[in-house]
């Protein structure tokens, strides 16, 4: 057979073979919530603006309305849009949507990682006063270094994103670094590189095609490589703890995972194994470092953006605090608009605007339709903190959306920052301390002057994927 009827032969074989890829997609289609039309190969990325997926999302939510599907390749999945929707799905039916989609730890792994996950970060003060003493300890770091720049204008992603990391670094790995230590320095700027990558096109091809991806040269190819670094010096670390292990004193997240480790030896099928160890800090160490730093960064721009709002937030710091006493979470109580600031940052600037994907753990039942287990949902955080039925206004920045009519501090259950349900960020309590500590020190200590005027001031994200990206910017922090 000459080569011109193998060619023939392998074009039809091919053709075939996506024919009925594509008429087993069209048949599963039939049964799930309507969304655009998928093709083959792409699904439904030809209706994707892949420099802003958010926005594609908000206007198929406009025309399929709070459930919808879309195709990454051939594979659906189901978009949750708005407040009512996340509900019913998330926290109504919990234990159903308690699965995780492809890439992530699934059922009884899991649960028992979580579970020891979250014990772990309690022990070592997460909620507690020992990790306020901690945050409160790394402000004074920040503080210090911030006030020898004496006024000058400063890119904050560098001093914001260090001192964030370290709060878990204590956890995680026991100690805090230095601001000066470049290995530290380069662990950081790896976390800031991957997330910016994750938030470009590049980022969501390479999530959506991984293995065709690896052949195309592009900057998607650092994403690897960074977590490469980044697992190399969990490993390091782990090795290093393993050598010096107390099993009376644990000092950090891996002291205890080894404990546990050497606890389950016998069993054989145990999820607690190195690899399980560096994955789980890993995930810990990126998300206490970038997400914070990231809306602290936002939260500086609407501060300069809006002066009303900033002389509201120095007001009430000078009321209830004053010049010269350290700020402590407990002062939240009488600090309703720094409360109501901090949640509607959060909301406003919707750092991570899809949660993860979640997977039904049995057929379940939403409205008037019928999913099979093993369904992948994805709640579109998005619509639900720009859902108008919820909050007055969205699209503008208003503390008021956290305030009631006296001008005290009102929850929202529609604010879902850090996802809800069985699946919830496990770090949202440290966060929320960190956020609320670091805004009043930083107030209480400077005055924010921007380069520009405030009208002239963006908050638009530079790049919507993994995470809404905020503009690079500097700023002058004018002592008080």
Known sequence: MDFSSMSILLLVF???CLSMLYMRMCREKASLPPGPLPLPIIGTLWRMDLKNIAISLMELHKKYGDIYTIYQGHQPYVILCGYKAVKET???KAEEFSGRGIAFSDGEKWKELRRFAISALRNFGMG?????????EEAQYLLHDLRKINGSPVNPIYCMSRTVSNIICSVVFGHRFK???EKFQNLVQFIQDNFKIMSTPWGALYNIYPDIMDYIPGPHKDIMKNFTYLA???RER????????DHNCPRDYIDCFLIKMEQEKKNLSSFFNDNSLVMSTMILFFGGTETVSTTLRFGFLLIMKYPKVA???YKEIDAVIGPHRCPSYEDRTRMPYMQAFILEVLRFTNVIPLALPHKLTKATQIREYKFPKGTVFIPFLTSVHYDEREFKNPEQFDPCNFLDENGQFKKNEALMAFSAGKRICPGEILAMMELFIFFTIILQNFTLRSLVAPEKISTAPIGVGLGNVPPTYELCLIPR
Do not use: A, H, Q
């Open 14 to 16: 091919l053709v075939s």
């Open 90 to 92: 998330l926290i109504d």
């Open 128 to 136: 507690k006063r020992s990790i306020e003493e901690r945050i409160t």
């Open 179 to 181: 601001y000066t230590d």
């Open 232 to 234: 190399d010096f969990v």
């Open 238 to 245: 782990i090795e290093e703890n393993r050598e010096t292990l």
């Open 311 to 313: 002389e509201k937030l």
